[in-house]
């Protein structure tokens, strides 16, 4: 089958490249003419485990290609799909901007020849693909064409196994001729027996959200309950995996850390509760989700000033990972953003790593912060050092020679990586999250 990606950011040069492997016929588009030249020599614009042999052996093998014209991909191509960026809204009031959707959808419409499924895969507030439809019926009204929502669920890090070996697939149609447009890309799933779910496209649109939104829910009450286990004197990894035992419960995003972050969940539960607000309803278990992680943040602070002796000032702290979760370079709405500004100001010298994220890490965070080649240059000569993001390169460091080149044996995990009881042994003074 032959489809046009529209966008090459995370999602669509995934969805893409993916979509080649299953064998269809893929070409990936973007405006940015630099970005294109960059993915026709091979060059990946961001960082995710086996994509770029993955992209490699599909432009070889001649299923995949990369345009910055629309009328060279979407003329002929029976599906398209757009993915470009949904951003929280310049506005600052938390609403999706859709303005990257609705332009990618004018720009389709004209080239669109013969029966095309147009597919949101983007994620978009209820409502977006029937906007998209009217925007391509106003463009072009002799189209013949269907819209769709088939929302992505993928982690980054794990981008490539999500796509190939996915829970289910959900796909948002009108009619059985998109149905079956899309049943068609996705059968080399079938071999798998992945579910496929069917269902209206709002339902689709909304699911995402909702998902989204649930995995944030967790992730706040596990810090919440680590806030509550610091109180008491109790050890919320234990607490975390007896409750994640349960099947009703599960035992994912049950870690406590500094709060998440990230391309999605910080823009989506915003977008959702506004979303919602528009329809006179609430969503208060999600708005407390938000709040608790943003004061999540600001905790982190207070925990790190206190370790170092109740004043920042003056101090060394080295930091180990910037990205928000391990795997990626995405610094999006990474707890490092909020922290370790607040630590500068307040006089401190940073000193940090990042196995992959330092070069976004820049065009983040502000000046003043000391990047180094590896773990141990962060530690040296340093009054305390924070476990930022559990990249597999800082789960077995030489906890020895840590010690030996800081000034101040203070570690402070705040993933919760280690053993206090063997960093105790090892003569640090030991914080964690929600541990004693």
């Known amino acids: ?114 029966y095309t499924v147009v597919i949101d895969k983007s994620t978009v507030p209820v409502g977006t693909a029937r906007q998209v439809a009217r925007i391509i019926r106003e463009a072009n009204p002799q189209a013949d064409f269907d819209v769709a929502s088939n929302p992505e669920f993928l982690r980054e890090g794990a981008a490539i196994a999500d796509f190939m070996r996915p829970d289910r697939v959900v796909i948002g149609v009108d009619s059985e001729r998109s149905e079956q447009v899309l049943r068609d890309i996705y059968k080399p799933l079938y071999l798998q027996e992945t579910p496929i779910v069917s269902t209206s496209i709002e339902t689709a649109e909304l699911t995402k959200y909702a998902a989204n939104a649930f995995l944030a829910v967790k992730i706040s009450f596990i810090n919440e309950i680590a806030s509550v286990c610091e109180a008491v004197g109790a050890d919320v990894t234990a607490l975390a995996k007896g409750i994640g035992m349960d099947g009703r419960i599960g035992s994912k995003f049950l870690h406590p850390g500094p709060g998440y972050g990230g391309s999605c969940f910080p823009k989506d539960t915003l977008a959702l509760m506004r979303l919602v607000q528009e329809y006179g309803e609430n969503l208060r278990i999600v708005e407390a989700a938000v709040d608790v992680n943003s004061a999540q943040k600001a905790r982190m602070v207070k925990k790190i000033r206190d370790a170092v002796g109740g004043s920042e000032a003056k101090k060394t702290i080295g930091v180990l990972g910037l990205t928000f979760k391990p795997e990626t370079d995405d610094m999006r709405d990474a707890p490092a953003i909020t922290i370790l500004p607040a630590l500068l100001e307040k006089g401190a010298t940073i000193r940090a790593h990042d196995p992959k994220g330092m070069d976004e890490a820049k065009k983040y965070l502000p000046d003043g912060i000391e990047y180094v080649d590896n773990a141990y240059a962060a530690c040296e000569g340093a009054d305390a050092v924070v476990l930022m993001t559990e990249w597999n390169q800082y789960r077995a460091l030489d906890i020895e020679k840590i010690k030996q080149d800081m000034r101040t044996p203070v570690f402070i995990d705040l993933r919760n990586v280690y053993d206090p009881a063997v960093m105790r042994a090892h003569g640090f003074q030991y914080v964690g999250v929600g541990r004693q």
């Open 1 to 114: 089958m032959k489809i046009a990606i529209i966008g090459t950011g995370y999602v669509g040069l995934v969805t893409g490249t993916c979509f080649a492997e299953f064998g269809h016929d893929v070409v990936c588009v973007d405006k940015i003419e630099e970005k294109i030249t960059r993915l026709r020599q091979g060059q990946i614009p961001i960082y995710e485990p086996g994509l770029d042999i993955l992209v490699a052996k599909n432009v070889a093998e001649g299923r995949l290609s990369f345009t910055t014209k629309l009328e060279e991909a979407v003329p002929d191509t029976e599906a398209v799909f757009i993915a470009v960026g949904t951003p929280s809204s310049r506005r600052g009031d938390g609403y999706a901007d859709l303005s990257y959707i609705y332009a990618a959808a004018k720009e389709i419409a004209p080239c669109l020849r013969g």
